[in-house]
Antibody, heavy 119, light 108 residues
Framework: EVQLVESGGGLVKPGGSLRLSCAVS????????MNWVRQAPGKGLKWVSS????????YYADSVKGRFTISRDNAKNSLYLQMDSLRAEDTAVYYC????????????WGQGTLVTVSS | SYELTQPLSVSVALGQTARITCGGN??????VHWYQQKPGQAPVLVIY???NRPSGIPERFSASNSGNTATLTVSRAQVGDEADYYC???????????FGGGTKLTVL
């Protein structure tokens, strides 16, 4: 059974930091590009960042570039998102998602972890 | 950056056919994916690469993509199909994944 389990969310003050983790099982993690997608309360899906299977290609949305860092550990089947200089507008549910090989579609999703940035 | 436009809402009578559009400049030249998201749940991929259904997705879900519009079609709509639907493409200029704003499907 495919499982993606996010953790690390919570309440943080503006300017603070959080590190999200995504533990993966049920498929060959090292072969998949991975993504973080977020959803603000009552809003739509917004892509945040992606990392290729070997970590050679990394991309960020403009809204988080310079503040967030995506990484992965293929030996641990884990994906990470280091979030620094957090702002109120970063408040959202953060999903990790696996990208289907040879397409840009996201075929496996975690259940999400809520990040709340508030004083 | 590339933008995708979806209607905020679409309504369909029970058992009828719903069509949800996704507009973008020359979207027909891109590969479009569609996701279904029910309240409190993670998104689920229902169509990938314009017309393909992942295993487990009913044949009632189909899609097309041409010109400046991609369309998700839900045939014989059921109450269980009520959800938000999002289209998504990959923008080759920026390497960003881009989502449409989402469409709420209501089955009457």
């Amino acid at each position: 059974e495919v499982q993606l389990v996010e953790s690390g969310g919570g309440l943080v003050k503006p300017g603070g930091s959080l590190r999200l983790s995504c533990a993966v099982s049920g498929f060959t993690f090292r072969r998949y590009s991975m993504n973080w997608v977020r959803q603000a309360p009552g809003k739509g899906l917004k892509w945040v960042s992606s990392i290729s299977s070997s970590s050679s290609d990394i991309y960020y949305a403009d809204s988080v570039k310079g503040r967030f860092t995506i990484s992965r550990d293929n030996a641990k089947n884990s994906l990470y998102l280091q979030m620094d200089s957090l702002r109120a507008e970063d408040t959202a549910v953060y999903y990790c998602a696996a990208q289907m090989p040879d397409t840009s579609s996201l075929n496996y999703w975690g259940q999400g972890t809520l990040v709340t940035v508030s004083s | 950056s590339y933008e995708l436009t979806q209607p905020l809402s679409v309504s369909v009578a029970l058992g009828q056919t719903a069509r949800i559009t996704c507009g973008g400049n020359k979207i027909g030249s891109k590969s479009v994916h569609w996701y279904q998201q029910k309240p409190g749940q993670a998104p689920v991929l229902v169509i990938y690469s314009d017309t393909n259904r992942p295993s487990g997705i009913p044949e009632r879900f189909s899609a097309s993509n041409s010109g400046n519009t991609a369309t998700l079609t839900v045939s014989r709509a059921q109450v269980g199909d009520e959800a938000d639907y999002y289209c998504q493409v990959w923008d080759s200029t920026t390497a960003w994944r881009v989502f449409g704003g989402g469409t709420k499907l209501t089955v009457l």
